[in-house]
């Protein structure tokens, strides 16, 4: 039998900044320069500038949630596996979540935290790919702690504090997630990935449900089925039987 592949854990070294742009700017800067190590966490107190995806802006409120970014070194996975990281990246951010808010946590395809219908935490995981190889991915996490007022703009999000009555310390937690990242790391590269997927897929948000999704400007109904080894998204009942990200969106009557 081939010995594990061991990294080093999650948060080793564990970087806590005051301020900054965007963690995973902040990351993606250590990769640039050379300085790239996997494991390392940059936690900011306050993001002023974060990102989510498609573009969006990820709005929290200073010195009261996770943030987060940690650089992953995705080796052995290949270009063509980056649904498994992500897969892998959500569970952790699952495992944690449901710990303190319960089995009503799960997740939104791609890589949402929802709690009911009302979103906890996104997750944001970009590459550096040069030719044909995946060199290196820094997966940004943003898991709503303490806050309790939020953006307007923002579709039914919900904080820790919120669903508990609990305060906690976001640094702490940081660190507990950080744990959870390392045994979802040493699962993802050490073990087939369907347990994964199959996990994944038993935590997804509306499975087996009937949901309306919008693509082009065209909104339909169909029954959410669950998500393949390649990202995606699989449904009955609608103009096609399935979808990649990007293709089709939710439509946010209530989530």
Same mark, same amino acid.
């Given at each position: 039998?081939?010995?594990?592949?061991?990294?080093?854990?999650?948060?080793?070294?564990?970087?806590?900044?005051?301020?900054?742009?965007?963690?995973?700017?902040?990351?993606?800067?250590?990769?640039?320069?050379?300085?790239?190590?996997?494991?390392?966490?940059?936690?900011?107190?306050?993001?002023?500038?974060?990102?989510?995806?498609?573009?969006?802006?990820?709005?929290?409120?200073?010195?009261?949630?996770?943030?987060?970014?940690?650089?992953?070194?995705?080796?052995?996975? &290949?270009? @063509?596996?980056? !649904?498994?990281?992500?897969?892998?990246?959500?569970?952790? *951010?699952? +495992?944690?979540?449901? $710990?303190?808010?319960?089995?009503?946590?799960?997740?939104?395809?791609?890589?949402?935290?929802?709690?009911?219908?009302?979103?906890?935490?996104?997750?944001?995981?970009?590459?550096?790919?040069?030719?044909?190889?995946?060199?290196?991915?820094?997966?940004?996490?943003?898991?709503?702690?303490?806050?309790?007022?939020?953006?307007?703009?923002?579709?039914?999000?919900?904080?820790?504090?919120? &669903?508990? @009555?609990?305060? !906690?310390?976001?640094?702490?937690?940081?660190?507990?997630? *950080?744990? +959870?990242?390392?045994? $979802?790391?040493?699962?993802?590269?050490?073990?087939?990935?369907?347990?994964?997927?199959?996990?994944?897929?038993?935590?997804?948000?509306?499975?087996?449900?009937?949901?309306?999704?919008?693509?082009?400007?065209?909104?339909?109904?169909?029954?959410?089925?669950?998500?393949?080894?390649?990202?995606?998204?699989?449904?009955?009942?609608?103009?096609?039987?399935?979808?990649?990200?990007?293709?089709?969106?939710?439509?946010?009557?209530?989530?």
């Amino acid at each position: 039998m081939p010995s594990d592949i061991v990294k080093t854990p999650i948060g080793q070294p564990f970087v806590e900044l005051s301020v900054t742009d965007s963690t995973n700017i902040y990351a993606m800067t250590h990769i640039q320069h050379n300085m790239a190590t996997h494991g390392s966490v940059f936690f900011a107190h306050q993001q002023v500038a974060g990102k989510g995806q498609h573009g969006k802006t990820w709005v929290t409120e200073g010195g009261q949630n996770i943030i987060l970014s940690t650089i992953i070194d995705p080796n052995p996975l &290949i270009l @063509g596996q980056q !649904f498994r990281l992500s897969v892998a990246v959500a569970l952790a *951010c699952y +495992d944690f979540f449901s $710990r303190y808010a319960g089995e009503e946590t799960r997740i939104k395809w791609p890589n949402d935290i929802y709690w009911r219908d009302r979103k906890a935490g996104g997750i944001l995981i970009e590459n550096q790919i040069r030719g044909q190889q995946w060199q290196w991915a820094v997966a940004g996490m943003g898991i709503n702690i303490n806050q309790t007022a939020f953006d307007p703009t923002l579709i039914n999000p919900v904080s820790l504090k919120q &669903i508990t @009555g609990k305060t !906690f310390d976001p640094v702490q937690l940081a660190q507990e997630l *950080c744990t +959870d990242l390392t045994q $979802r790391m040493h699962q993802l590269f050490n073990h087939p990935f369907s347990p994964l997927l199959e996990e994944y897929n038993g935590y997804l948000f509306k499975r087996n449900e009937i949901v309306q999704l919008k693509k082009l400007n065209t909104r339909f109904t169909c029954n959410i089925l669950g998500v393949n080894e390649n990202g995606e998204l699989l449904v009955k009942d609608g103009p096609a039987d399935r979808f990649v990200f990007g293709e089709v969106n939710w439509v946010n009557n209530e989530y």
